[in-house]
């Protein structure tokens, strides 16, 4: 069923780690492939990991994001189409040594918001992969996005964040008047064998109730080794546990409302 307004998520979180260039990479390759979704990756993080992991040279581009914040190029000279069926907008450290002057800009903390206003029609989904800060980028991530999709890894601090997530969040609903929602928290990095993933697990269910994604994502290897072979999981292991959990996932945000 094809969607006439897009679902612009972020995957946000300012804990470095916690899996959300993994999340946003396998999501926007597995709505692609098991829902004929059409999705736009926006990759808004200068390490430029969901950009690469989906096969880009990240290291070659001549245009990026950083060049349509700064209005010098419109979106569809950036977009590029990956073998994965993602169209993605990438970035690469390059959008870090902009940071300074694009947060010095008129509108700052709308600006991918107005620069996606004009192309959301021509996508289902779009995901925004955020930087581990709460900084401009990261604000605009959220500005642009009608949700956000926040994983946590099973750690104390993981646990120990939320709070910060939760006032960014009433930072961003009462001073910059957006009415941004959850759409879910995610757990990550989950291994079975160990008490604290466990004790995590149910503190962040008691806290979050139905906003708990029923996915969980387990550690494994398969997760970690798929980017280096430009592959989502579904593609490099995919009878794995790792893609079992993600397809899960898949189905409860295609779900969403
Ligand atoms: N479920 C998992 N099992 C095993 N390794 C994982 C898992 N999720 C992520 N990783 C690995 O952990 C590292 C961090 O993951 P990822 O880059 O997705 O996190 P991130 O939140 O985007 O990080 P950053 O905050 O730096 O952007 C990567 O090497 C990734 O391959
Ligand atoms: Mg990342």
New binding site residues.
Partial sequence: MAKTVPRCLAVF?MK???????TVYNLAAGLVRFKKQRVLLVDI?P?G?SSAALGIDIWQLTTQLKDVLQRRVGMEQVVVKTASGVDVVPSNILLAEEEIPISGMPGREVLLKKALTPHIDRYDFILIDC??NVGVFAVNALMASFAVII?VDMSYLGLLGIQGIERTLTLIREHLDHPIRIAGVLA??FDGRNNLSKEVLGSLKTHFGDKMFQAV?????K??EA?SHKQSIFEYDSNGV?AKAYRQLIDEVYKWQ
Avoid: A, H, M
């Avoid at 470095?16 to 993994?22: E, H, M, R």
């Fill in positions: 979180n470095g780690g916690v899996g959300k260039s993994t993080d390490q990991n930087p581990p994983p990550t990095r994502i387990p550690e494994t290897v997760l970690r980017p790792g």
